[in-house]
């Protein structure tokens, strides 16, 4: 059972378009990760969310959780070529274990 | 700062053969984990470990993985026999301490069963 569904599966854009990638679940998550992962490497960790409602901005990114801790959403604006790669949201349960979402895969195109 | 090190970066085996694969955490990390990914989708974690003990293997299928931890480092994942569904990246990764921090990411080993 996959705890953590996200949205969209697939997205390719032009460079300089925004776009908003949801991590949706029916369970409450201490704390929620996003994680960027490129071709052959392990995801890389952009943010930590730990309060309903909390907004974090890093760059071009936007992360909010929502109000229940039960999802999260994912900003981008005037996405760049550098931005391509899959998305993952983590949420923590109970016993600090992380489990991720079904991935969101950007391409942004020149 | 070295990164978490995996070994071997890809293997291929046939069905019913067994395969094992070895983690390196960064050092001082307190938790290890393996997780499996198939392709295009999220990891799912397989098993975790806090120092050498076992917090997590709920979702390990035991009957073919083992997973230890000697000594709280080094990590190794077995698989005995494969089948042709665990074809998957294999991704371990390590921890300073449990929860709401940062876990580390290695390359990961890419196991393909013919």
């Known amino acids: 059972t996959q705890l953590l569904e996200q949205s969209p599966q697939f997205l390719s854009i032009q460079e300089g378009e925004n776009l908003t990638v949801y991590c949706n679940s029916s369970?409450?998550?201490?704390?929620l990760q996003w994680y960027r992962q490129e071709p052959g490497e392990g995801p890389v960790l952009l943010v930590t969310?730990?309060?309903?409602?909390e907004v974090k901005k890093l760059k071009r990114l936007t992360f909010q959780f929502g109000d229940a801790r039960k999802d999260s959403s994912l900003h981008i604006t005037a996405a760049q070529p550098g931005d391509t790669g899959l998305y993952l949201c983590?949420?923590?349960?109970?016993?600090?274990?992380?489990?991720f979402g079904t991935g969101t895969r950007l391409k942004v195109l020149a | 700062e070295a990164g978490v090190a995996q070994s071997p970066r890809y293997k291929i085996i046939e069905k019913r053969q067994s395969v094992a694969f070895w983690c390196n955490p960064i050092?001082?990390?307190?938790?290890l984990y393996w997780y499996q990914q198939i392709l295009g989708q999220g990891p799912k974690l397989l098993i975790q470990?806090?120092?050498?003990?076992?917090?997590?293997d709920s979702q390990l299928p035991k009957d073919r993985f083992s997973a230890e931890r000697l000594k709280g480092v080094d990590s190794t994942l077995k698989i005995q026999p494969a089948k042709l569904e665990d074809s998957a990246v294999y991704l371990c990764?390590?921890?300073?301490?449990?929860?709401?921090?940062?876990?580390?990411f290695g390359q990961g080993t890419r196991l393909t069963v013919v």
């Open positions: 369970s409450v998550f201490s704390s």
């Open positions: 969310v730990v309060t309903g409602g």
């Open positions: 983590a949420g923590e349960r109970g016993t600090y274990k992380y489990i």
């Open positions: 470990f806090q120092n050498n003990g076992v917090v997590d």
């Open positions: 990764a390590s921890s300073l301490v449990q929860g709401g921090t940062e876990a580390f």
């Open positions: 050092s001082g990390h307190a938790t």
